[in-house]
């Protein structure tokens, strides 16, 4: 086409553009032609699109460090006013996209007939016809990005209606936080203004200088095309640079010229080194690679934070991946338990042990260590490596808990209830299983004579327990473990007394049941969440708000069950503990299920409670047997390290008052107390060394002729030390 007939068409173009505005009805005609099949939005539906935007979500430590962000696609802070943003960007945008913002009404009809005038001149000159109200539109409230006439109609119409029900700040406000900016240094798509000058820069927004804030203004018209941190390799990136660079150059033109800046700001800001102010990758830990343990643990948690809030206000309850994704795009802040120190001090203490390995298959350890008066999960190790195995062994995985319910289930609540105390008397005898013609064993298939309540438990007895759990009721024992959020399910029976359950329990739900008896009866909910504060900086929720402690023991049956279970650690199956740990007043019990699938150590020191099991993930292989004492000693001195201040060397469990009445049980029975029998050895160098049962081979016990009643309150040490002689198996096996 040659230049004269060129001109020719483009005068008569003109002269139609200017009539076609001119001429009100046929436009209003066209107008409506273009928008019949369009919905006329009213405010209420504008500020649902405009307000409901995803944001990113962080999680903190205890001590109200950041861990990171929460796992999302996109980046996206939002701007809430003005006030926020720094006055260079503000003045970079109107000067290079909108000069006439805060004077027209959403559009600037030659601004339009300029950019068509452009487009069909091939000018190869682009000044944009869209004011900021209609790049708004466009990005956030039509769907159809392609550029046609049509579209162009419907974006003029929905400016006009938007100038109607905000007014320009706000307008520009909501502008800033839907432009899209592409990858920053942390490798996630930035969205809004706030995102891109963190994403780019490691700045807040309203921190900005003025080459920076004309750099990002730069960006929106190609944020691709321009950005720094675009493209597979460092030349690709430098190629985007440089354009950046100079459309950067380009903003800062238009400032001076619009006189948003002086000559010597100018000057200043085009010799800025924007590239050795860039952000770096190093500048966003990835907290999931960092914490995946802790990232996906408080995304589970929140969400059912999130699920419970809208139960409690009646809202309709969502399904749980709605909640995941409000908590990953939220905007929330999600404040833990978690010490970071002691975190990491266990976890790297974990990761130094050998561990045993079977066909291919890593033995597995979860552990949590929990605040004993707030239910707090200070720390926890979820498994010996996430990369090969990202189940949480600590907090979501269940295990049957072998001997480690004895104390939840048998004998502290027939303590509460007033069957036993800790001297009364049960005979160790072959009994009968319920429904069935063949005996309850002990670990080493004999059987002891009386004993004890306190030597039974230190020693795991199988046959006084399932004795005590039959007095007790098993309605009435699953009682205690429900109002502990532990039910069983509808296939556990009597074996229960045992640990031999259905689905069992996780560390978290086990360790907290011990830091009950430490806390003087008083359960709490075990937890990794303190607090969540909304996108709006409202805290919506405080766990101490939501949850309260529950009487479960009395003050005074807890206490005796604790010095009954310091005996396991200084007497009993778990002497290793207490031989490694001197100093250190700690009560506990060991736990092992058959074939050596599941072992436990979960104890308990006046400050904490540490739950330690060990075993393979598929449950079909024998564990090693002393790995769960040695993983619970090394945790703990890692823990007591981290924290000394919590967890105190010498600190002792205090007294709250108060009688355990002595119960006879089963003394009626025994003529006389049997004679006494030599000490045991109570202190192996290596756990390896000793049998999860100690003791000696015993004789048959010589049957006395008066039984003698235990005095109230006392713990009798000869007494228990009497019994410890009638058995010694050589392995704990508590299910059946």
């Given at each position: ?10 005068g ?11 001429i ?35 999680a ?14 996109t ?51 682009e ?16 769907d ?25 700040d ?15 240094a ?76 002086s ?7 085009v010799?800025?080194d ?9 500048d ?45 795009q939220g ?13 990491n ?44 195995s ?80 039959r ?28 640990g ?10 086990m360790?907290?049941?011990?830091a ?38 009395k003050?005074?049956?807890s ?9 396991v ?11 490694s ?17 599941d ?13 330690v ?16 004492k ?14 000394p ?5 010498g ?28 000490q ?57």
């Open positions: 086409m040659n230049n004269k007939i060129k001109r020719i068409l483009l008569c173009l003109s002269v139609i553009l200017i009539l076609s505005v001119g009100f009805g046929a436009g209003a005609g066209v107008v409506s032609a273009f928008a019949k099949n369009e919905t006329i939005r009213t405010k209420e539906s504008y500020e649902k699109e405009l307000t409901g935007w995803s944001q990113t979500s962080y903190y430590f205890r001590s109200e460090e950041p861990i990171g962000r929460m796992i999302a696609q980046d996206r802070k939002l701007i809430k006013n003005m006030d926020e943003v720094s006055p260079y960007v503000v003045d970079a945008l109107i000067a290079t996209e909108d000069r006439d913002f805060y004077d027209h009404n959403g559009i600037v009809p030659r601004s339009i007939l300029r950019a068509v005038w452009q487009q069909i001149s091939n000018s190869g000159v000044t944009g016809g869209s004011t900021l109200t209609q790049q708004l539109v466009k990005n956030e409230i039509l159809n990005t392609k550029k046609t006439y049509e579209r162009k109609v419907l974006e003029i119409i929905n400016a006009v209606r938007l100038e109607r029900f905000y007014n320009k706000e307008i520009f406000v909501k502008y800033l936080n839907s432009v899209e900016f592409g990858p920053g942390h490798g996630t798509r930035m969205v809004g203004f706030a995102s891109a000058a963190r994403g780019l820069f490691n700045k807040d927004i309203k921190e900005l200088s003025i080459a920076e804030a004309a750099y990002l203004a730069g960006m929106v018209q190609r944020p691709y095309d321009y950005n720094p941190f675009f493209g597979n390799t460092e030349q690709e990136q430098n190629k985007h640079f440089q354009k950046g660079l100079k459309r950067m150059k380009y903003v800062l033109g238009k400032m001076l010229e619009t006189g948003k800046i000559q010597a700001e100018y000057n200043q800001a010799k800025y924007i590239k050795a102010h860039l952000a770096k990758s190093s966003f830990p990835n907290a999931y690679a960092e914490y995946p343990y802790i990232i996906t643990s408080v995304e589970r948690e929140a969400a059912q934070v999130l699920k419970e809030l809208d139960r409690k206000k009646g809202n309709k309850v969502q399904s749980d991946k709605n909640y995941i994704d409000q908590v990953r905007g929330y802040k999600i404040y833990t338990t978690i010490d970071k120190n002691m975190y001090a266990v976890n790297d203490a974990v990761s130094k042990m050998h561990i045993p390995s079977k066909n291919g298959h890593s033995e597995q350890i979860g552990a949590t260590i929990i605040d004993n008066k707030t239910g707090a999960i200070l720390a926890f190790v979820g498994g010996t490596s996430f990369e090969k990202n189940i949480n062994y600590a907090l979501n995985a269940t295990n049957q808990p072998g001997s480690t319910i004895k104390p939840l289930l048998v004998y502290g609540p027939a303590m509460n209830e007033g069957i036993i105390s800790p001297n009364s008397i049960i005979i160790d005898e072959p009994i009968k299983k319920a429904g069935s013609s063949d005996n309850y064993v002990n670990a080493n298939g004999k059987y002891s004579g009386p004993v004890t309540a306190t030597v039974a438990l230190q020693n795991s007895l199988n046959i006084p327990a399932v004795k005590i759990f007095e007790l009721g098993i309605k009435k024992g699953f009682k205690y473990l429900r109002k502990m959020d532990m039910p069983p399910t509808k296939y556990d029976g009597e074996a229960s007394a045992l031999g359950m259905r689905a069992g329990y996780t560390v978290a739900e360790t907290a049941g011990f009950m008896i430490a806390n003087n009866g008083k359960h709490n909910k075990p937890h990794l969440i303190q607090k969540i504060v909304d996108s709006n900086g409202d805290v919506i929720y405080e766990f101490e708000k939501h949850h309260q402690p529950k009487t479960i023991l003050p005074s049956v206490y005796e069950l604790t010095k009954m279970l310091q005996k650690v200084t007497d009993g199956t778990g002497r290793y503990i207490g031989s740990l001197p100093g250190f007043t700690i009560a506990g019990k060991t736990g092992t299920t058959s074939n050596y699938f072992l436990w150590f979960i104890g308990y020191t006046p400050e904490i409670s540490l739950g099991w060990s075993g393979y993930s598929d449950a079909n292989r024998p564990a090693d047997k002393d790995l769960s040695i993983a619970w000693v090394k945790i703990f001195k890692a823990a007591q390290q981290a924290s201040d919590l967890i105190k060397q600190s002792q469990f205090e007294n709250p008052g108060g009688q355990v009445k002595d119960q006879c049980f089963e003394c009626h029975k025994v003529p006389q107390q049997p004679q006494q029998p030599a045991p050895g109570n202190n192996p160098a290596q756990p390896g060394q000793q049998p999860d049962n100690p003791g000696q081979q015993p004789a048959p016990p010589q049957q006395p002729q008066q039984p003698a009643q235990p005095q109230p309150g006392a713990e009798q040490p000869q007494q228990a030390n009497t019994f410890l002689r009638y058995f010694a198996p050589e392995k704990e096996k508590d299910a059946t």
